[in-house]
Each structure stands twice: as C-alpha cells, then as structure tokens.
C-alpha cells in the first residue's frame, strides 16, 4: 500500500510504503516528510488529531462516520 502526502497545491511530496500480508515498511525516494499522509475537514475545525500512522487514521475516520460524523 502506497499513502501519499500532498503539498498546498495536490502535488504528491511524500509516499510512505507499507506491504500487506509482510513486514515491509518504507518510504519512496525523495519523500519529504514535512508532507506526510493527511485528511483535512471541509468546516473549520479548532481540533487536530495525530495519529502514528496513516492506517490509525484511516481507521479512526472510518469510526468516525460510521458515527454519522463528516
């Protein structure tokens, strides 16, 4: 699985690699990490959430509608 970081205009700057049924953890050459994976709200929103990895976040979003929340 490739989770891809975006910079303010949609160009890709980061790309963290994670294999599936593997140990394999990596990231693309090149990758700046001031860019890492990220979902960002569409209302203003005065909370962030950090998370360690972008499957925690993808996990904590998917709960979150699940709730019915955006």
């Known amino acids: 699985a ?5 910079d303010q205009q949609g160009k890709p700057q980061y790309a ?3 294999g599936i049924n593997t140990d394999f953890i990596g990231e693309a050459n ?3 990490k001031n ?3 990220s979902i ?3 209302k203003p929103n005065d909370t ?3 998370f360690e990895s972008a499957i925690d976040l ?7 509608k699940l709730e019915g929340k955006e």
């Open 58 to 64: 993808l996990s904590y979003a998917t709960l979150q």
């Open 48 to 50: 962030m959430h950090l």
């Open 35 to 37: 860019y890492s994976f």
């Open 30 to 32: 090149g990758s700046d």
């Open 16 to 18: 963290a690699l994670r």
């Open 2 to 6: 490739v989770f891809v970081g975006m």
């Open 40 to 42: 960002f709200t569409e």
